[in-house]
């Protein structure tokens, strides 16, 4: 299809000093969690974005310093010595391979340091350690340990012009920067040239910037990435109107263009730039981001979860943004400019906002994605979240069992991987499985793409089928016809309350009674909540609990939310989104109790006792209802009683069964169900698809060489080849 007129203006050219990008779409820095130590999957992740048509990709911020760390939270990239410089020239040169150019952030974290992988103590502007982490360590920098600092940043903008960046970015934002706690009237009570006035706040940032911008000459755009407002709403923070429009006016002619964003000043606060759709809506940062467009004639990034073409071609049309930048975006899709560019808008995969792939990195591992789940696969597995090789036995049939959102994207998978025929059976008449009525909750509607676009995709193979209302039995599967059968048959909420804090049902819970519910009989069934007072227990820690509670309360219900755990919906600190649920949870008037187990269902009343103290005195609640979220069960019957039967199975000729999704184990995230149906679909004309084929590891084996890991590798897999990798000195 041809592309939307509408949007042309996304694909005009820009200038940003002596570099040009070929449209405006600008992957803003995102942390990964591959960093310094998995250097080709940062490469090959950064550089799908750029095969998906991003003019700009950026490296997560890269550390200036070998003693300025933040160890805990995710891997680091650093620039902060020249056995750096192979690391980030493989991501620059997979860049301009495909036409992008490449960024690289430079960063100091100062009294954020973490310490945990140096042990060493993060300078900053004045010796008040960290708001956020209270076990940092900080030191006040003197003038000898400014300029040291100074000449980090222009040593680590060599490096990134050795390595063939097109952009130097010194960050100031997102709970880390330096120059941004020197800025701040919060952080900064020095009395010397540093301190004091705006203006001598504003000097560090100001001479890293000239100074920077002297080193790398003509050769890089050189840019800063500046918290335009903090949401601090006082002096002692930036206000958009104020300090933020006053630096932009101090610093703007030392920089090619702005990139800007709002709100994640420190480390408890990064959710207000990583706004979730709970709670904040696309271009949720516009209004300030606005505030200070009259400041510059310099263009301006700015990001706030863009997923509709029209709103970014209206932003860039009216000079509201002149690039439209994306993290969340560009990882649920790495080919969304493509798509806009080919017309191809029902394609996109748009992000959910659910942070599922931030949560990961906060937790110390790799970023994942619920709607991309080839999503940090690209070199490790070789995958391509556009390109699926003809499978081997692509003239078998198959049978996927189970309608939900891993047997969804199995039975896309396998239909692009060109199998004969690929019928997807739903035993409800909609698709989507849990998710069918997860984005009825509140807040979650956007979670709703998880279903869309797989249905999407579904109607536009020609090879597969999709059947729905129709629930298969043993003699039906075995009467299929078909030469493969995967069982996707999901789970469902534990209806007498079996939980793993207790690793037992709870006696005396049965959801057969009229006033004990689980989340499917509220939101499916539509089964009455009895009377004012209402138990949510919640052992699953997530989103459902919490959500049912808010549902429950915004209904009129008393709501009493009991966890085993510490406090309520612990996955969400991951995430982003308790900052913003346990205010609104507290405004509702849901009671919190924290680190109970309920030991025994009465009758409309509810015993238990403190988790950690078995001789503490019972807790005792009276309720008119209780809502049981306490674990899922899956629904493995079908593929159990199949497999039990071998010779039936030769005798239907079926050569392989398996099973994928919750229907094999219960998933925390939906992510990882969809990864677990998509893994077996890429690998379904293996030996044994059951067992993953293993992947490319980039730690260091002692003994290995780059030809020891490549043949790792299937060769027979659709990579991307990755030897160059390894083989570099």
């Given at each position: 299809?041809?592309?939307?007129?509408?949007?042309?203006?996304?694909?005009?050219?820009?200038?940003?000093?002596?570099?040009?990008?070929?449209?405006?779409?600008?992957?803003?820095?995102?942390?990964?969690?591959?960093?310094?130590?998995r250097?080709?999957?940062?490469?090959?992740?950064?550089?799908?974005?750029?095969e998906?048509?991003?003019?700009?990709?950026?490296?997560?911020?890269?550390?200036?310093?070998?003693?300025?760390?933040?160890?805990?939270?995710?891997?680091?990239?650093?620039?902060?010595?020249?056995?750096?410089?192979?690391?980030?020239?493989?991501?620059?040169?997979?860049?301009?391979?495909?036409?992008?150019?490449?960024?690289?952030?430079?960063?100091?974290?100062?009294?954020?340091?973490?310490?945990?992988?140096?042990?060493?103590?993060?300078?900053?502007?004045?010796?008040?350690?960290?708001?956020?982490?209270?076990?940092?360590?900080?030191?006040?920098?003197?003038?000898?340990?400014?300029?040291?600092?100074?000449?980090?940043?222009?040593?680590?903008?060599?490096?990134?012009?050795?390595?063939?960046?097109?952009?130097?970015?010194?960050?100031?934002?997102?709970?880390?920067?330096?120059?941004?706690?020197?800025?701040?009237?919060?952080?900064?009570?020095?009395?010397?040239?540093?301190?004091?006035?705006?203006?001598n706040?504003?000097?560090?940032?100001?001479?890293?910037?000239?100074?920077?911008?002297e080193?790398?000459?003509?050769?890089?755009?050189?840019?800063?990435?500046?918290?335009?407002?903090?949401?601090?709403?006082?002096?002692?923070?930036?206000?958009?109107e104020?300090?933020?429009?006053?630096?932009?006016?101090?610093?703007?002619?030392?920089?090619?263009?702005?990139?800007?964003?709002?709100?994640?000043?420190?480390?408890?606060r990064?959710?207000?730039?990583?706004?979730?759709?709970?709670?904040?809506p696309?271009?949720?940062?516009?209004?300030?981001?606005?505030?200070v467009?009259?400041?510059?004639?310099?263009p301006?990034?700015?990001?706030?979860?863009?997923?509709?073409?029209?709103?970014?071609?209206?932003?860039?049309?009216?000079?509201?943004?002149?690039?439209?930048?994306?993290?969340?975006?560009?990882?649920?899709?790495?080919?969304?400019?493509?798509?806009?560019?080919?017309?191809?808008?029902?394609?996109?995969?748009?992000?959910?906002?659910?942070?599922?792939?931030?949560?990961?990195?906060?937790?110390?591992?790799?970023?994942?994605?619920?709607?991309?789940?080839?999503?940090?696969?690209?070199?490790?597995?070789?995958?391509?979240?556009?390109?699926?090789?003809?499978?081997?036995?692509?003239?078998?049939?198959?049978?996927?069992?189970?309608?939900?959102?891993a047997?969804?994207?199995?039975?896309?998978?396998?239909?692009?991987?060109?199998?004969?025929?690929?019928?997807?059976?739903?035993?409800?008449?909609?698709?989507?499985?849990?998710?069918?009525?997860?984005?009825?909750?509140?807040?979650?509607?956007?979670?709703?793409?998880?279903?869309?676009?797989?249905?999407?995709?579904?109607?536009?193979?020609?090879?597969?089928?999709?059947?729905?209302?129709?629930?298969?039995?043993?003699?039906?599967?075995?009467?299929?016809?078909?030469?493969?059968?995967?069982?996707?048959t999901?789970?469902?909420?534990?209806?007498?309350?079996?939980?793993?804090?207790?690793?037992?049902?709870?006696?005396?819970?049965?959801?057969?009674?009229?006033w004990?519910?689980?989340?499917?009989?509220?939101?499916?069934?539509?089964?009455?909540?009895?009377?004012?007072?209402?138990?949510?227990?919640?052992?699953?820690?997530?989103?459902v609990?919490?959500?049912?509670?808010?549902?429950?309360?915004?209904?009129?219900?008393?709501?009493?939310?009991?966890?085993?755990?510490?406090?309520?919906?612990?996955?969400?600190g991951?995430?982003?989104?308790?900052?913003?649920?346990?205010?609104?949870?507290?405004?509702?008037?849901?009671?919190?109790?924290?680190?109970?187990?309920?030991?025994?269902?009465?009758?409309?009343?509810?015993?238990?006792?403190?988790?950690?103290?078995?001789?503490?005195?019972?807790?005792?609640?009276?309720?008119?209802?209780?809502?049981?979220?306490?674990?899922?069960?899956?629904?493995?019957?079908?593929?159990?009683?199949?497999?039990?039967?071998?010779?039936?199975?030769?005798?239907?000729?079926?050569?392989?069964?398996?099973?994928?999704?919750?229907?094999?184990?219960?998933?925390?995230?939906?992510?990882?169900?969809?990864?677990?149906?998509?893994?077996?679909?890429?690998?379904?004309?293996?030996?044994?698809?059951?067992?993953?084929?293993?992947?490319?590891?980039?730690?260091?084996?002692?003994?290995m060489?780059?030809?020891?890991y490549?043949?790792?590798?299937?060769?027979?897999?659709?990579?991307?080849?990755?030897?160059?990798?390894?083989?570099?000195?």
């Amino acid at each position: 299809m041809p592309r939307d007129p509408r949007h042309d203006v996304l694909f005009e050219p820009l200038r940003i000093g002596p570099k040009l990008m070929r449209n405006r779409f600008y992957q803003a820095p995102h942390c990964v969690g591959f960093g310094a130590e998995r250097p080709g999957a940062e490469a090959y992740l950064r550089a799908m974005k750029a095969e998906g048509g991003w003019a700009v990709v950026n490296t997560e911020a890269a550390l200036v310093s070998p003693e300025d760390d933040y160890g805990g939270f995710t891997t680091q990239t650093r620039v902060s010595d020249d056995r750096q410089i192979a690391n980030l020239e493989l991501y620059v040169e997979r860049a301009h391979e495909h036409g992008a150019l490449a960024g690289i952030q430079l960063l100091a974290m100062g009294r954020d340091a973490t310490g945990m992988s140096t042990r060493e103590p993060g300078g900053g502007a004045t010796r008040a350690v960290s708001d956020s982490l209270w076990w940092a360590a900080a030191y006040e920098m003197d003038r000898d340990d400014i300029r040291e600092l100074e000449d980090l940043y222009v040593a680590a903008a060599l490096r990134a012009r050795r390595a063939g960046a097109d952009i130097v970015n010194i960050a100031g934002a997102e709970g880390a920067g330096l120059p941004l706690q020197f800025l701040m009237a919060r952080h900064n009570r020095r009395t010397d040239e540093y301190g004091g006035s705006f203006g001598n706040r504003a000097r560090l940032w100001l001479e890293v910037l000239e100074r920077v911008r002297e080193a790398v000459g003509d050769e890089c755009a050189v840019t800063t990435r500046l918290c335009v407002d903090t949401l601090h709403g006082t002096a002692e923070g930036i206000r958009a109107e104020e300090e933020g429009a006053a630096f932009i006016e101090l610093a703007d002619h030392l920089v090619d263009f702005w990139d800007l964003q709002v709100g994640g000043e420190t480390l408890d606060r990064w959710v207000r730039d990583a706004g979730t759709s709970r709670f904040y809506p696309e271009d949720f940062q516009g209004r300030w981001v606005r505030a200070v467009r009259s400041c510059t004639d310099k263009p301006i990034v700015g990001v706030g979860r863009f997923t509709n073409p029209d709103t970014m071609a209206e932003l860039v049309r009216t000079r509201k943004l002149d690039m439209i930048g994306a993290a969340r975006p560009s990882i649920a899709d790495p080919f969304l400019p493509k798509k806009i560019d080919e017309g191809r808008l029902g394609d996109i995969r748009e992000c959910i906002g659910c942070n599922v792939c931030i949560s990961r990195v906060n937790a110390g591992a790799h970023i994942i994605c619920t709607q991309n789940p080839t999503l940090g696969e690209e070199y490790r597995r070789g995958w391509h979240p556009e390109r699926f090789s003809t499978a081997r036995n692509a003239e078998a049939s198959v049978l996927v069992v189970g309608g939900g959102p891993a047997g969804m994207e199995c039975a896309i998978t396998l239909g692009k991987r060109g199998m004969a025929g690929v019928h997807l059976v739903e035993a409800d008449a909609e698709l989507g499985g849990h998710f069918h009525w997860v984005p009825r909750l509140p807040g979650l509607a956007e979670w709703g793409r998880v279903v869309d676009w797989r249905k999407n995709q579904l109607a536009a193979l020609d090879n597969v089928s999709v059947v729905t209302g129709t629930r298969l039995n043993v003699a039906d599967v075995l009467d299929y016809g078909a030469d493969i059968i995967v069982c996707a048959t999901g789970s469902h909420w534990a209806t007498d309350g079996l939980n793993g804090p207790s690793q037992s049902p709870v006696p005396g819970a049965d959801a057969a009674l009229p006033w004990i519910l689980t989340p499917e009989q509220i939101m499916v069934d539509d089964k009455p909540v009895p009377g004012e007072r209402v138990v949510v227990y919640d052992c699953e820690s997530y989103f459902v609990g919490v959500s049912l509670a808010e549902r429950l309360a915004r209904s009129g219900h008393q709501v009493t939310l009991i966890t085993p755990m510490p406090g309520p919906a612990m996955y969400l600190g991951l995430t982003g989104e308790a900052i913003e649920m346990m205010p609104l949870l507290a405004e509702l008037g849901v009671e919190i109790v924290p680190a109970h187990l309920i030991t025994e269902v009465g009758d409309r009343v509810l015993y238990g006792r403190p988790r950690h103290d078995p001789g503490a005195s019972p807790a005792v609640w009276e309720t008119d209802a209780l809502v049981l979220t306490t674990q899922r069960i899956a629904d493995n019957g079908l593929y159990r009683a199949l497999k039990a039967d071998r010779g039936a199975l030769r005798a239907a000729e079926i050569s392989g069964l398996y099973q994928a999704g919750d229907g094999r184990a219960p998933r925390q995230q939906v992510a990882d169900a969809i990864f677990d149906a998509h893994r077996l679909a890429r690998e379904i004309d293996t030996a044994d698809p059951r067992r993953p084929l293993p992947y490319v590891p980039e730690e260091r084996l002692l003994g290995m060489t780059a030809k020891d890991y490549d043949a790792i590798v299937d060769p027979s897999r659709d990579d991307v080849g990755r030897s160059t990798v390894l083989e570099r000195p």
